[in-house]
């Protein structure tokens, strides 16, 4: 089993900068996928990004140029750094693992952009 932590979310104002992190413990393997989704309210999850064991990664269209998905193999965490927040990026954000597949998800942490 594989349990993921995320933190970092919080209250910030249009325009500003947040960083969240997840840390993931359990049976990990080398050669895994990690990411993030959102869910704001009233709305289905949405993928943001994600990154491969080898550094690759992927955005969404929505956050693309704001956001940047980056990871620490050594110790297994993985972050989403978000500049120039919107106040439609409101929502709460999970971490996911994938392996050959299948996903592990965090509990999420919620970010509100609002004056």
């Known amino acids: 089993q594989v349990q993921l932590v995320e933190s970092g979310g919080g209250l910030v104002q249009p325009g500003g900068s947040l960083r969240l992190s997840c840390a993931v413990s359990?049976?990990?393997?080398?050669?895994?996928?990690m990411g993030w989704h959102r869910q704001a309210p009233g709305k289905a999850r949405e993928f943001v990004a994600r990154?491969?064991?080898?550094?690759?990664?992927t955005y969404a269209a929505s956050v693309k140029g704001r956001f940047a998905i980056s990871r620490d193999n050594a110790k297994n965490t993985v972050y989403l750094q978000m500049n120039t927040l919107k106040p439609e990026d409101t929502a709460v954000y999970y971490c996911?693992?994938?392996?050959?597949?299948?996903?592990?998800w965090g509990k999420g942490t919620l970010v509100t952009v609002s004056s």
């Open positions: 990154i491969t064991s080898g550094g690759s990664t």
């Open positions: 996911y693992y994938a392996l050959s597949g299948v996903h592990s």
């Open positions: 359990g049976s990990i393997f080398s050669t895994n996928v």
